[in-house]
């Protein structure tokens, strides 16, 4: 109690609260000068969890000499993702990535060139395109599972993630660059993913052994990456890919990006996708294999949707419905990140707290999925969670795994998109069982990954369900197809760079299921928050009659009230939004 009261009384000094405000409440412990520093450093997650328990919604505390307040549950965490970033600051906080994306690159940048950097992404993030992306996943799956046969052990930790370099590396650098990958690149990106860790946030370059590997590696990426562009450049070849969209990307005042700017970018691309897809589809077999019943419901769906011989295309994937609340309750038991963190660059008020400028406000998603009042039995594996009627993750920013609001995160639907097609290709080949090795999360980095070795026995199904070579033909002959025709009729002109399709057909035209309408009548409202909208075009394709993008890259609703002929596609647009930005209200 005597620490507790010197630690209030500092704090009290620093700043004044102003008349019918308060201070949030100071966890307890600690010690003098460097207060909850050793318990932050040794076991964030148990610090946060703690801090929960004893002070609820809010709780501050400190790390040598910096004041940090969490905040959990979707009221907070609405009202941290909706402050604006001139108040509370992403980039502040995340300039611990500097030495890994590289300075004056993103969170490093001033906010008008990191809005600048980001611009020049979303070509490369749009629908279109991340569809396209789904048939090398489908391809690099039946690549690396060639090998297997008909039965045998694979550290699937391992296994994914080595799986999702050969991912990101042909989706992010190119198929010169995947085909030409050695065993060096796994190894570089594992040391700077290895270099991001929570005491990064106290000085993210301290004399440290994975901070000095960190930044060994970073110069070797570089040297890879610039040994493509050059390649390019000299053959005049055109990939579609991150990479060529970098390459070809100019800055306001007419200026390219250097090397040095393009690597940042990619890394900062490829970490957003590599640690949610690894991660996730790791955890989620795991879960699979803990939870029998699941597992027979999950692979039932599959059969069902590819016993037909149907490929596993972007649209039979839309059909993996229960599948998809299985990825989605990995996401919430094991989200990827466990701490998303912002910088009070001005005073911030929450109800009658008083945030006072300099505090680093803590969201965390792993807490935050455990509290029983948003989500039921939350210690329970339950995917029917997010199933009618109950969809416990409708409730605005209850469901924080990709994070929230304007900086969610952009590839967060074809994470779960890739993730179901992995899962597809498995369980529809093959059988699996836990090898017996323990199932412990480790917390070494900011992505809480399986503890390896985390090993699994596979044995072919005497009928497998999902036919390999058709979806390798699939794969294949997308991905020597010529990628750009004109739109047709009627079909908005930003997504004539669709992959081919049969002439006379939209090529991001949804094939789902229409959604049947209960009242011909019936009247339907668009409500767009175009605060969180990205500019992902999803529901421009899913309805180009209702929605456009607009000249600042959001979505703009044509038809605020559109007839009921366009009500299912409507619906469908609000459905599929990887940032839900858009809300149907009925009549």
């Known amino acids: 109690m005597e620490v507790q009261s010197i630690v209030d009384r500092v704090l009290r000094r620093r700043r004044p609260i102003p008349t019918g405000l308060r201070q949030a409440p100071q966890l307890s412990g600690g010690l003098p000068v460097i207060g909850h520093s050793v318990e932050f450093i040794r076991n964030t997650i148990e610090l946060l969890s703690r801090a929960q328990r004893e002070e609820g919604e809010v709780a501050a505390f400190t790390v040598f000499n910096r004041r940090m307040v969490a905040m959990f549950g979707p009221e907070a965490h609405e009202a941290v993702f909706r402050a604006p ?4 600051s992403p980039q502040e906080a995340y300039k611990i990535m500097t030495p890994v994306f590289g300075k004056d690159i993103v969170y490093d940048a001033s906010p008008e060139k990191m809005a600048e950097q980001l ?20 391809y690099e799956t039946e690549k690396t599972i060639a090998t ?13 993630r080595v799986l999702t370099n050969f991912t990101s590396s042909r989706c992010l650098l190119g198929p010169e660059f995947r085909d030409g990958m050695t065993e060096e690149f796994a190894s570089v990106y594992h040391d700077l993913e290895r270099g991001v860790t929570p005491i990064a946030y106290i000085n993210a370059h301290l004399p440290i052994p994975s901070f000095w590997k960190r930044d060994r590696a970073r110069v070797r990426m570089v040297e890879m990456i610039t040994k493509i562009i050059d390649a390019r450049r000299r053959d005049k070849r055109v990939g579609e890919d991150f990479l060529q969209t ?8 007419g200026r390219g990006l250097s090397e040095h700017e393009i690597t940042g970018m990619l890394l900062a691309a490829m970490f957003a996708g590599h640690h949610t897809s690894s991660v996730t589809t790791a955890w989620t077999l795991i879960e699979l294999l803990r939870n029998p019943e699941t597992m027979k419901r999950c692979v039932a769906e599959i059969d069902k949707v590819f016993s037909n011989g149907q490929l596993v295309s972007h649209a039979a994937l839309r059909e993996l419905t229960f599948t ?45 999925h455990q509290l029983p009042e948003v989500f039921r039995d939350p210690a329970r594996f339950d995917p029917d969670r997010f199933a009618p009627p109950r969809e416990e993750d409708k409730r605005d920013f209850a469901f924080i795994s990709f994070g929230g609001g304007r900086h969610k995160c952009l590839g967060n639907a074809f994470a779960i998109l890739q993730i179901k097609a992995i899962l597809a290709l498995l369980l529809g080949q093959y059988d699996f069982q836990l090898a017996g090795d323990p199932i412990e999360s480790d917390f070494q980095g900011l992505v809480v990954t399986p503890k390896e070795p985390c090993r699994v026995r596979y044995k072919r199904r005497a009928q497998p369900t999902v036919t390999l070579a058709m979806a390798q033909e699939l794969a294949h002959a ?3 197809a010529p990628s750009v025709e004109a739109a047709p009729p009627g079909c908005p002109a930003h997504v004539a760079a669709a992959p081919a399709k049969p002439a006379g ?14 009242a011909a009548a019936k009247r339907l409202t668009i409500v767009l928050d175009q605060d969180v909208c990205q500019g992902h075009a999803v529901c421009v394709g899913e309805a180009p009659e209702v ?41």
């Not at 057909?505 to 209960?518: F, G, L, M, S, Y």
């Open 85 to 88: 970033d001139a108040q509370l």
């Open 119 to 138: 611009k020049m992404l979303l070509p490369a993030l749009k629908d279109r395109r991340m569809r396209t992306y789904g048939e090398a996943v489908v």
């Open 148 to 160: 297997w046969g008909e039965l045998g052990v694979v550290d699937f930790v391992d296994f994914c």
């Open 246 to 253: 970098l390459m070809d990307s100019k800055y306001a005042d």
């Open 324 to 368: 998809e609340n299985v990825v989605k309750e990995s996401l919430r038991v094991h989200p990827p990140l466990f701490l998303l963190v912002r910088v009070a660059k001005q005073d911030f008020v929450y109800k009658d707290y008083f945030i006072p400028k300099g505090t680093w406000i803590l969201v965390s998603p792993t807490v935050s």
């Open 478 to 480: 997308s991905m020597t």
């Open 505 to 518: 057909v939209c090529p991001v035209a949804h094939t789902a299921a229409p959604v049947p309408e209960t």
């Open 547 to 587: 929605f456009r993008l607009g000249p600042d890259g959001k979505v703009e609703a044509i038809l605020s009230q559109p007839p009921p002929e366009l009500h299912d596609k409507a619906r469908h647009a609000a459905k599929y939004c990887p940032t839900r930005a858009i809300r149907i209200q009925d009549a």
